[in-house]
């Protein structure tokens, strides 16, 4: 069992950044692939960013390619997504979430924080 607990969100201008992180206990993240994702109100949940259990892989969605950088830290067992130059559209509750199974952007993974809340005001 993986558990995760993500950080960081919060209320920001458009153009702003913000740094998520993503906890994990119970398991050494080098074993595991993680996304990221956010649902908006309204809307499915949409991947958005994945990372290999190695680090070595990564995959974004078009929508934050070029903005979003994720990246991990196995020896502090904990993920992170940089998210630059936000727009109002990146508004939703961001989500992290492990497997050891590669799913990379689709939302088939077994292991999932509660998520944290990003606002970003026009």
């Known amino acids: 069992q993986v558990q995760l607990v993500e950080s960081g969100g919060g209320l920001v201008q458009a153009g702003g950044s913000l740094r998520l992180s993503c906890a994990a206990s119970g398991r050494t993240l080098s074993s595991y692939n993680m996304g990221w994702f956010r649902q908006a109100p309204g809307k499915e949940r949409e991947g958005v960013a994945y990372?290999?259990?190695?680090?070595?892989?990564?995959k974004y969605a078009d929508s934050v390619k070029g903005r979003f950088t994720v990246s991990k830290d196995n020896a502090q067992n904990t993920v992170y997504l940089r998210m630059n130059n936000l727009k109002p559209g990146d508004t939703a509750v961001y989500y992290c979430?492990?497997?050891?199974?590669?799913?990379?952007?689709?939302?088939?993974?077994?292991?999932w924080g509660r998520g944290t809340q990003v606002t970003v005001s026009s």
């Open positions: 990372i290999s259990g190695s680090g070595e892989s990564t």
């Open positions: 979430a492990g497997d050891m199974l590669e799913y990379e952007l689709e939302p088939d993974y077994d292991y």
